[in-house]
Nanobody, 116 residues
Framework: QVQLVESGGGLVQAGGSLRLSCAAS????????MGWYRQAPGKQRELVAA???????TYKDSVKGRFTISRDNAKNAVYLQMNSLKPEDTAVYYC??????????WGQGTQVTVSS
């Protein structure tokens, strides 16, 4: 079992930055993939960024160059640095832990609102 708790969401103007944090109840170093998803009203949840256990990362095309995912194994934490935010980035952001073939865990979500 892994409990995930997100923080760092809020209201920001377009062009601004936010840093989301995800605190895990245990080490994230050996979890297959840590990721951030988002869900806007009326839309499906989508993968925004993910980092695999060996360190490789993947990003949704629309956030490439603006968002950066990182993990701190010593702090059992994962972060999402979001720069140059746009109104279309407005959504609830969820932390996700995927252990291949075993289980998948979700946080409760944190709201990010970008005003124009």
């Amino acid at each position: 079992q892994v409990q995930l708790v997100e923080s760092g969401g809020g209201l920001v103007q377009a062009g601004g930055s936010l840093r989301l944090s995800c605190a895990a109840s245990r080490s994230v170093g050996n979890i297959s993939r840590m990721g951030w998803y988002r869900q806007a009203p009326g839309k499906q949840r989508e993968l925004v960024a993910a980092q695999f256990s060996r360190g490789t990362t993947t990003y949704k095309d629309s956030v490439k160059g603006r968002f950066t995912i990182s993990r701190d194994n010593a702090k059992n934490a994962v972060y999402l640095q979001m720069n140059s935010l746009k109104p279309e980035d407005t959504a609830v952001y969820y932390c996700n832990a995927l252990q291949y073939g075993i289980a998948e865990y979700w946080g409760q979500g944190t709201q990010v609102t970008v005003s124009s």
